[in-house]
């Protein structure tokens, strides 16, 4: 074995063959041949790849490791970390990318050759993206130089482990591309190690970019070119750089000089080779606020999703600093810091975007900062995202739209505010509730409609002129008592029943002793039901819903001793072909994604693809449902399944979920759905990890039974399942119709009886 063959984990054992953690414990116990730990721990060691490979190929447990899963073996257990595997692996899929006679030059000579030939081919590809590296790489305790490249040219020494990988990663690179096969590894990095890194979900990024940039061309009021020149001051992974549209030139500055030349590779892969894209970039590392890499920058745009609640931000260090043109901000005011750094590197009528903590615009603390920011028109707009749009997802977080003064740019005698509501009532059916797209929550946010919502609110805003009429209230909205009246209010309503309320907010009502620009202080929110006509339609439904309930309710049972059929188990049946099991994965492949949570709550597929965690996920690597499938969570221990209808077909299977694809020749859907539900059935099949309940569905049982017999059985089933749906319409529709009639009697639209 090679002295430094990739290692892998349990865990990666468990993925490569498709099993639980558990099958590999059981297999480490039960075959003295299994490979032997090399590194690790006692209880987390680390086995040798190609012996485990070997293992599984021996057992007929594998055919073959899949490409994919191999490369991202290589990574995660490279002598030297997965960083610094990814940056070699940047590197080189860039030359494959941009000069590929010289990769299949460089890929035809032995490892040894090829490790001493590569430094000089990335070299050249480094310097045309990134220009002439002019520094050192940067050393712990050092402070790095601003100007210095981020991403270094490894030596040969260094790449010499890299180079199996680097073969593997090229091959995987012809069949998916060389952006692809970065954007999977480095989801992979990011999936694997959440808590290290600050995401910044797709769709939200491609909202914040969009409000950057609100249309193609000119701007409508002002005739001005649209933003092309962007910066990032808080870079991070690169999501919002990424999701610019036909930029001429990105600034990026990021503080971890690991995560600032991953990101550097991962914008340079994305936009297209130098010989077909003009496109400027400039990727710095060191700390923003201390040390600012492009203090002579004026950007025609900033985005920012910049660190929340710090208290070492430069307080003290940074008092006479010019950038705090609108007041010094108190130590418990980073985020005001980073909307005064973003406003002094825009050009005069720039527009900065940046996600805000909801505190922020209401901190006394930061009044004052607040109110200047208002009074000379930098502030435009502030907009109440859905709780779990970001990190931390439990809050809803704020974007400030911000343009910078001065030219020909007049200050605003409005701020937009823009409270993006969850929905008022469910869509119906039986699959619509808290679940369903509209319903909010983290991996549960219909981000089109939320940009449908926002942007036509903003793009009304900007556009209005004084000629023209006031638009009626957005729906579902009612003036609280004392409210001044709507002006300039954009309706925000979309077809999928998500609502938020806007409305120009004249600043001379803002600036009061708390300046407070929370929206939800200053918009009323849409009653539950729809207000008080609304709650007479849900009051009808409810009783059309009971109605239902009561005919679908199942009759006395008939009591007969208990069956000794003879069982055999899910294991089995996929061995003999009589149905397929597959697991989900991160939702690739685009599409509505079934989650785990609407399996769980009986509702329509809800999640958008997981793009962060895994963004280079192929259709072919996706599960697509079809009718008939039968879908069963992974974790919990409950006893839920689902039976894939013709509405849910399509939709991706996602995180934490099994499907089993029946034969309908040899097993009826309704009747195996049926039988795994069974609580005994559950229990012998599930087992303990160390923070739930884990099920193993190959070991759930079904009885042995002709077709005929198991349709009778799948009838019966199929109707609970029926009932099971009724009853949670009816409480969700109760629900509805109490909270709205407390939300009508307490603002006065409902009269007591």
């Known amino acids: 074995m090679p002295e430094n063959a990739t290692e892998v984990t349990a865990a990666g054992i468990a993925r490569l063959a498709g099993v639980g953690r558990a099958a590999v414990s059981n297999w480490r116990r039960r075959h003295a041949d299994f490979p032997k730990p090399v590194g690790g721990t006692e209880t987390s060691p680390s086995f040798a790849l190609p012996q485990v490979e070997q293992w599984l190929r021996d057992q007929g447990k594998l055919a073959e490791v899949p490409l994919r899963e191999r490369v991202w073996q290589q990574v995660s257990g490279h002598p030297e970390g997965a960083v610094t595997a990814l940056i070699h692996t940047g590197c080189a899929l860039l030359v494959v990318r941009d000069r590929p006679t010289a990769w299949l030059e460089l890929a035809a000579v032995p490892d040894e050759r090829m490790a001493g030939a590569l430094p000089q081919a990335i070299e050249n590809v480094l310097t045309a993206r990134f220009g002439p590296d002019s520094g050192s790489p940067h050393h712990s305790g050092e402070l790095p130089d601003p100007a210095a490249r981020v991403v270094h040219t490894p030596d040969a020494a260094c790449l010499l482990p890299s180079v199996p990988l680097l073969r593997a990663a090229a091959e995987l690179a012809a069949g998916s591309g060389a952006r692809q096969t970065f954007e999977f590894l480095f989801g992979r990095q990011l999936d694997a190690n959440p808590r290290q890194y600050t995401l910044t979900p797709p769709g939200l990024a491609e909202l914040m970019a969009a409000l950057a940039e609100p249309g193609k061309g000119t701007d409508r009021g002002t005739g001005r070119q649209l933003a092309r020149t962007v910066l990032d001051p808080a870079a991070g992974t690169g999501s919002l750089l990424r999701a610019v549209s036909r930029p001429t030139a990105l600034y990026a500055q990021e503080a971890d000089p690991d995560l600032a030349a991953l990101t550097a590779l991962r914008l340079a892969l994305h936009r297209d080779g130098p010989g077909a894209d003009d496109t400027a970039l400039a990727v710095r590392t060191g700390d923003t606020l201390r040390a600012d890499a492009f203090p002579q920058l004026a ?60 505190a922020a615009a209401s901190r006394r603390s930061g009044r004052r900062i607040r109110a200047d920011l208002l009074r000379r028109g930098a502030l435009r707009a502030v907009i109440a995202l859905p709780a779990g749009a970001a990190p931390p997802y439990g809050i809803p977080l704020h974007l400030w739209i911000l343009r910078r003064p001065g030219g020909d740019v007049r200050p605003a005698p409005e701020l937009l505010l823009v409270d993006m509501a969850e929905p008022a009532e469910p869509a119906s059916g039986a699959g619509a509730g808290p679940g369903s797209p509209a319903g909010g929550g983290r991996d549960r946010i219909d981000w089109p409609a939320v940009h449908r919502a926002v942007l036509d609110a903003w793009q009304h805003h900007t556009g209005n002129s004084a000629a023209t009429a006031p638009p009626a209230p957005s729906t579902g909205s009612a003036p609280s008592a004392g409210s001044a009246p709507s002006t300039g209010s954009a309706p925000s309503a979309d077809s999928a029943g998500s609502t938020g309320v806007s409305r120009a907010v004249p600043v001379i009502e803002l600036l009061d002793d708390d300046v407070d620009l929370a929206p939800a202080r200053h918009l009323p929110r849409p009653a539950a039901g729809g207000g008080a006509a609304g709650l007479i339609g849900v009051r009808e439904r409810l009783a059309e819903t009971l109605r239902l309930t009561a005919r679908l309710t199942p009759p006395p049972a008939d009591l007969s001793d208990p069956a000794h059929w003879p069982l055999t188990t899910v294991g089995e049946l996929a061995r003999a072909g009589a149905l397929h099991l597959r697991a989900g994965g991160s939702g690739g492949g685009g599409g509505t994604v079934l989650t785990e949570h609407d399996v769980l709550a009986g509702t329509a ?145 409902v009269a007591p009886k």
Not at 310 to 339: I, Q
Not at 348 to 358: E, F, I, K, S
Not at 670 to 693: C, D, E, H, I
């Open 299 to 358: 950007a025609d745009a900033v985005l920012c999703h910049p660190p929340f609640n710090e208290r070492n931000w430069g307080h003290d260090e940074l008092a006479y600093d010019p950038r705090w043109e609108y007041g010094f901000p108190a130590r418990t005011e980073s985020e005001l810091a980073w909307v005064q750094h973003a406003l002094a590197r825009l050009k005069d009528g720039g527009t900065a975007v940046l996600l805000m903590p909801p």
């Open 605 to 749: 597929p809800s999640g958008t693809p997981a793009q962060a965690a895994a963004p280079a996920e192929g259709a072919d690597d996706a599960v697509l449902l079809e009718p008939g499938d039968v879908v069963v969570p992974v974790l919990g221990g409950g006893s839920v399944t689902r039976v894939v209808d013709e509405a849910t077909a399509g939709a991706v299977l996602g995180r934490n979920l099994q499907v089993l694809r029946p034969d309908p020749a040899a097993i009826d859907p309704w009747f195996l759905a049926g039988f795994l539900r069974g609580t005994a059935n559950n229990r012998q099949a599930s087992s303990y990890a160390s923070t739930a309940t884990r099920l193993d569905a190959r070991r759930l049982q079904l009885p042995r039974l002709p077709l005929a017999e198991q349709r009778r059985y799948g009838e019966q089933f199929r109707t609970l399942a029926e009932f099971e749906d009724a009853l949670r319409a009816a409480g969700r529709l109760g629900g509805l119709l109490v909270q709205g009639m407390y939300d009508g009697l307490t603002d006065g639209t």
